[in-house]
């Protein structure tokens, strides 16, 4: 039985609708409550299952540590770590008696396969403490047990149409949306300005969210950071599965190559192929991972419409709210540097980066911009391009060199600012890329960044007149020729650099750039971008999200 919610009042130990927790000071002034579960652990026959309730519990809980990460890759070697036991949320709130403040919903990235929300660079304290917030981060199952679509994992049946959909990394932040849309209000948050963003895979999911009829009216404003809007037709998911099946049959052994064990998959019963699958633990699901390029949010008619993303070309998508979309300026290379791509070519490594770096900027950012901004009942859209680390036009950077030119304003850069970090992604980039040189600059910045984003999410509108951090009005994207599209965030030394920009990027343009290079590099260049593998996992020292 669900148990009565209650209104903050300014005690950590807060009720929800399935039990007591008890939050701990997490910095000065700012109550954290961890490892709060929002679904039934998805285990044995809930497995591929929509996540259901939380079991009710008596007593308090009162954990000061984070859950378990999800079942993922382990990044220094080919094991992995985590537990199906996985579906549980943070939360983190000022120590006071503040009701009704907005809640912050931050979904992390890592390909929908690996990383979490309990890393050291994401966490809710700063948020909560400066923007006067209910931050609040969640897991969600990842992999081929959080998207994973067979028809031998499904009934078929009315009603069943989420527990057969394969979406089940989305269904767990749709669940996690609706745990604070039930319980928020105790831990004195508004359900009804609820804020979801999230990075690259994360920001995907933002995205999709929007696109989702299941998710309607559990949030009202969004940001996705440099992540695009897709979906996967069913019909690719469902060979995407047969494919891993076909795998699984050979690696432990049933069927001695990759043609043996299709036929040998096709002469299996539907019965006998979920009793197959059910039986294999997530190691073995990870090794065709490797073989078989993983897929997720799936176009399946219930959780996410049929008709995929051109339900946003044709404004029929669900949710509707102000909404920011951007990235960073030097995105690709994050992938050429951990890559230690081209060491002896910096003129292929740089048009590389530029090249890549603005299509995903036409494509993910502009664009769809663009693409929202053309729906008439669609929120002001708001764009960005963070650019702090790339070089200005007169060679300088805040980043010392080789990281300069080699990693730049790359992808996940933006990430500390907006979580108030004087830290960055391990010893390297706390060594390197943040130092005490560029420490003010760092400050000015994020202040800035943050307040922008602040403003939006108590208003829906970034701009506050008046405040030190905010002297550019952030202006709406518009369709129109030579109207303000991005805002620029960067630095100039020990200050702040923002400003509008009205040009635009465009998939025509950055090929016509690629057109103008001489033959010889244009060769190289291009057989350079089609072999990039930004969805591969991370080398063990690269940032995870």
């Known amino acids: 039985m669900k148990r009565e919610k209650k209104a903050w009042t300014g005690n950590p130990t807060v009720r929800t609708r399935y039990g007591t927790v008890k939050g701990a000071q997490d910095q000065a002034n700012i109550w954290a409550w961890k490892a709060i579960p929002f679904a039934k652990p998805p285990v044995g026959d809930l497995r591929w299952k929509a996540p259901r309730d939380p079991d009710p519990w008596d007593g308090v809980r ?48 890592g390909g929908n396969f690996y990383a979490g929300p309990f890393l050291k660079i994401t966490p809710g304290a700063n948020i909560a403490r400066q923007s006067n917030m209910v931050v609040v981060t969640s897991a969600y199952r990842l992999g081929a047990f959080g998207w994973f679509s067979h028809p031998a994992l499904r009934t078929g049946k009315p009603g069943d149409e989420y527990d057969d959909s394969g979406n089940y990394g989305l269904l767990d932040q749709i669940k996690a ?16 300005n609820v804020f979801i963003a999230g990075e690259s895979a994360g920001a995907a999911d933002v995205l999709a969210l929007i696109m989702s009829p299941a998710a309607k009216n559990l949030f009202h404003k969004a940001m996705a950071e440099s992540g695009g809007a897709r979906t996967c037709p069913i019909e690719e998911a469902e060979a995407n599965a047969n494919l891993v099946m076909a795998h699984l049959l050979v690696n432990d052994g049933t069927s001695a190559n990759l043609e043996e064990a299709i036929k040998h998959r096709d002469n299996m019963t539907l019965k006998e192929i979920a009793k197959y699958l059910r039986s294999k633990p997530f190691a073995e699901f990870e090794a065709c991972r490797r073989l078989v390029p993983f897929v997720s949010n799936f176009a399946d008619g219930a959780v996410l419409p049929a008709e995929g993303v051109a339900t946003i070309d044709a404004g029929t998508y669900p949710n509707k709210v102000p ?39 036409a494509t993910t950012v502009d664009g769809l911009l663009r693409r929202f901004q053309a729906v008439s009942d669609q929120p002001d859209v708001h764009g960005y391009q963070f650019c702090w680390g790339a070089q200005r036009p007169d060679g300088k950077s805040p980043l010392p060199e080789p990281y300069a030119s080699r990693l730049g304003a790359s992808h996940v850069m933006e990430i500390p600012f907006l979580f108030k970090l004087d830290r960055s992604f391990g010893p390297l980039w706390d060594k390197h890329i943040f130092n005490e040189k560029n420490r003010r600059g760092r400050e000015a910045l994020s202040n800035a960044m943050m307040a922008y984003v602040a403003q939006f999410v108590h208003t829906g509108d970034p701009n506050k007149p008046g405040t030190e951090f905010t002297p550019v009005k952030w202006l709406p994207w518009s369709n129109e020729i030579g109207g303000p599209k991005c805002i620029i965030f960067d630095v100039n030394g020990d200050v702040a650099d923002i400003r509008m920009t009205t040009e635009e990027t465009t998939e025509e343009a950055v090929q016509a750039k690629m057109d103008a290079l001489p033959e010889s590099l244009r060769k190289r260049v291009k057989e350079a971008i089609e072999t990039l593998m930004p969805g591969s996992a991370p080398r063990a020292d690269a940032p995870t999200q």
């Not at 002896?344 to 490594?349: G, K, R, V």
């Open 62 to 109: 009162a954990e000061t540590e984070y859950a378990d990460h999800a079942c993922q890759p382990r990044r220094i070697d080919d094991s992995v770590i985590g537990s199906e036991d996985c579906l549980y949320l943070n939360v983190w709130r000022p120590q006071s008696q503040d009701r009704d403040l907005p809640v912050y919903f931050w979904i992390h990235g």
């Open 177 to 192: 949306l609706k745990w604070v849309r039930d319980n928020i209000d105790a831990f004195g948050g508004s359900p009804d």
């Open 323 to 361: 909404l920011i979309i951007g990235n960073n300026k030097e995105e690709t290379k994050m992938t050429l540097f951990f890559q230690n791509a081209y060491p002896d070519d910096d003129e292929l490594y740089q048009h590389v980066a530029m090249l890549d770096s603005e299509h995903k900027k």
